[in-house]
Each structure stands twice: as C-alpha cells, then as structure tokens.
C-alpha cells in the first residue's frame, strides 16, 4: 500500500487481541516514530512512558476512563506522550549538546547563531508560561500523527487517546517531579474480532467543505 492508501484504510482500534503480542523490533520501529518526529526548533519537549507490561497496565489503569479501559487493558502497547512544562535552560543546553555531537553545526559561529536563534524564538513565542506550555503540547499531537500513519505501515493497529485523566496519570507517573505533565496516549497491537470500527465505512467532510484552493 502507498501512503494515501494506508491513511485511506487506518482506523481507529476499539477493541484489541490481547493474546497477540509485539515483538522488541515491531516495538522499536514504533518508539523510532516518536523519536524521529519533528518538533518546533527540533526542541522535543517531551517524554514517552511506554508501557509493556501488565504491572504497567495495572498502574496506569485508575487514570483510563470508562471508554478505554478495555484498549489499555487489552493492547500490548500503550504510551503516554507527555510535555516538559517548561523549556529550561537545562533543556536548551542539552539540545544544543545533542545537535553538536549529531554533527549538525559545520564551525562555532554557525553553532553560536543556532543557539541564539532558538533561543529568540523560544523567547518571542513563549510570551507566558500557558503560551509555552500549550505551544509545547501541540508538538505532542505530531508524534502521534507519526504514530497512527506509522502503525498501520507496519501492519499494526492503533488508537489515539485522549479519554483519561491527566491529573490522575501525572501523579501516578510522578511527572511532576520530572517537570512533565501528560497530554494524549495511544495504545498499539492487533485488533480483535469485537473491533466494530474495523467494519464500518470511514466518514470525513467532502474535500469541498475543508479545502479552499486560492
Ligand atoms: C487526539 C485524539 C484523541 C482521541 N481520543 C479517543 C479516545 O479517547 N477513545 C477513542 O476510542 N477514540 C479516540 N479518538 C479517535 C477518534 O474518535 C477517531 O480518530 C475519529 O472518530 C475518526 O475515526 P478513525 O480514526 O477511525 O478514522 C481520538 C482521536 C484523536 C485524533
């Protein structure tokens, strides 16, 4: 399948086979999704809990609402994608760190002028606090837009999920202390034969009613 034929036929997954489990590669390729996600000024804001295990279902499962449980409960993978609360100096220096040892700055100007200029921006965006917080958020939602294009490119299923507590999951995660709060989830597996979505038809707008063309 080419790429708009995988976007065409994705779906999301309500229900999944929880006797079929992912192997540590298929794991891999989607947690190398997240990683190779582009993020404003390559500032990756955020942190991915990954959770594999029935210990780790278990924990989590207080903050999953009603509608989801059985999707935390039943794929082999689940991840809370989370966002910094704030882009640090701490951050910023580490990012610079990374990008020097990934080769990405030819001299010390060319790294100098890269670092003052994220910085200017982080600055002119980051008007407030919330400015900053929801301005990191919304990069979370492009992981997972990698996420739900990639699983089924690697034959998996996938659901997005933003019905569950977000206060409950950072205390049970403790991500405050780490400077984090969650945002969204998403589980991944194999869908079941109670998987109704998987039958009916996908339903959008008509490309006429979303797309203006100048
Ligand atoms: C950010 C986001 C959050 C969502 N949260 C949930 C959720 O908590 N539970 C659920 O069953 N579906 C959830 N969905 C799935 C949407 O209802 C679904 O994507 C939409 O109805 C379109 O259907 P499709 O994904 O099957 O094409 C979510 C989707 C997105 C993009």
């Known amino acids: 399948m080419n790429i708009t034929e995988i976007a065409a036929s994705r779906f999301t997954t309500k229900a999944y086979d929880a006797t079929r489990a ?6 891999a ?3 190398s999704l997240l990683q190779t996600s582009p993020s404003t000024l390559n500032l990756q804001g955020w942190h991915f809990h990954v959770i594999s295990t029935a210990a780790g279902r278990e924990k989590i499962a207080p903050a999953i609402f009603e509608l989801n449980s059985n999707k935390v409960a039943e794929a ?3 991840i809370v994608f989370s966002s910094i609360n704030a882009v640090s100096e701490q951050h910023l220096d580490a990012l610079l760190a990374q990008e020097q040892q990934d080769g990405r700055f030819r001299d010390e100007a ?3 002028k890269n670092d003052a200029g994220r910085r200017g921006y982080v600055g002119r ?3 407030s606090p919330e400015a900053q917080r929801h301005w990191m958020d919304r990069q979370l939602y492009i992981a997972l837009g990698f996420l739900l294009l990639g699983a089924p490119a690697l ?3 996938a659901t997005p999920i933003e019905g569950f507590d977000t206060h409950k999951m950072d205390k049970i995660l403790g991500l405050e202390e780490q400077g984090l709060h969650s945002v969204v989830m998403a589980t991944v597996g194999y869908n079941s034969d109670k998987d109704f979505n998987a039958q009916l038809p996908k339903s959008r707008f008509p490309l006429d009613k979303i797309i203006t063309r100048l």
């Open 76 to 78: 082999p993978l689940a």
């Open 125 to 127: 965006y980051a008007t």
């Open 110 to 112: 060319s790294r100098e």
């Open 22 to 27: 992912l192997s540590e590669e298929q794991v």
């Open 29 to 31: 390729a989607i947690l």
């Open 155 to 157: 034959g998996l299923q």
